[in-house]
């Protein structure tokens, strides 16, 4: 079983910036492929950004290219989401995910492990 921890979230003023971390524990194959979601009340879960651990490609939303950069620490497996620019529209709560192998299209349907969640708090 893996288990996987978000932190980082909190409330921030358009334009600030929030750093958030997903650390994976437990039983974690060679490679694998960890992404970002995140849901605003009453939307469904979307995509945020994608890093595959093996050689470090990323994918990203369009929603937030350009200001959310994605990033891991394999020697601690551990990702991070550096948010900056943030907007009102960027609040949700943000789930960390995990899937074997190479990263496939970012859906929820893809992924097999889920973090709780970290709440993001964008005011204009």
């Known amino acids: 079983q893996v288990q996987l921890v978000e932190s980082g979230g909190g409330s921030v003023q358009a334009g600030g910036s929030l750093r958030l971390s997903c650390a994976a524990s437990?039983?974690?194959?060679?490679?694998?492929?960890m992404g970002w979601f995140r849901q605003a009340p009453g939307k469904e879960r979307e995509g945020v950004a994608s890093?595959?651990?093996?050689?470090?490609?990323?994918y990203y939303a369009d929603s937030v290219k350009g200001r959310f950069t994605i990033s891991q620490d394999n020697a601690k497996n551990t990702m991070y989401l550096q948010m900056n620019s943030l907007k009102p529209e960027d609040t949700a709560m943000y789930y960390c995910a995990m899937r074997w192998w190479w990263c496939r299209e970012l859906v929820t349907g893809n992924f097999n492990f889920w973090g709780q969640g970290t709440q993001v708090t964008v005011s204009s």
């Open positions: 890093i595959y651990n093996g050689d470090g490609s990323t």
């Open positions: 437990g039983v974690i194959l060679s490679s694998y492929c």
